[in-house]
């Protein structure tokens, strides 16, 4: 697979199809299935610290790069206007250098937004989309983050 098709969606399908590209602008996620094939379900949230997500209404890109460590294909690529860029290995001290480097942004983020309130009254069905995502993202970063 060298290219993504984009599927812009209110809630993620359970099945994935390959070289697609879902994208929740209500849910701030993008996912996809692994760029190398493997099958593996890859979680990109969409965040000031996470990823960001470029539209111009026809391709979409995705930064900073997407690094699936946790995974037994460690693959490692970027998707710019649709197109998978595949970039090399990092080592283990590169992972958890990247990963001490995420905690540390997302710490400073969150200590700004804790005055913010949350909505209380979100839909049943939406809470349930909430949490079928968490699961996601905690597969996604192997539950030990």
């Known amino acids: 697979m060298e ?18 590209l879902y994208v929740s602008m209500e849910r701030s ?6 760029a190398c094939g493997c099958g593996n379900e890859v979680v990109t949230p969409l965040s000031p610290v996470d990823w960001q997500l470029q539209y111009d209404g026809e391709v979409i890109s995705l ?19 649709n197109k998978i860029k595949w970039a090399g290995s990092w080592s283990k001290k590169q992972i958890d250098e990247g990963r001490n480097h995420h905690r540390s942004r997302r710490k400073k983020l969150e200590s700004k937004k804790s005055d913010i309130p949350l ?22 970063f192997g539950a030990t983050h």
């Open 3 to 20: 290219t993504f098709k984009n599927s812009f969606v209110q809630s993620i399908p359970e099945q994935l199809m390959p070289g697609v």
């Open 29 to 34: 996620v993008a996912i996809h299935l692994c």
């Open 63 to 81: 930064y900073p790069s997407i690094g699936n460590w946790n995974f037994k294909c460690q693959s490692h690529y970027w998707i710019v206007e």
């Open 119 to 140: 909505k209380q009254n979100a839909p049943l069905t939406a809470e349930k989309e909430r949490i079928s995502m968490l699961r996601r993202i905690l597969r996604f």
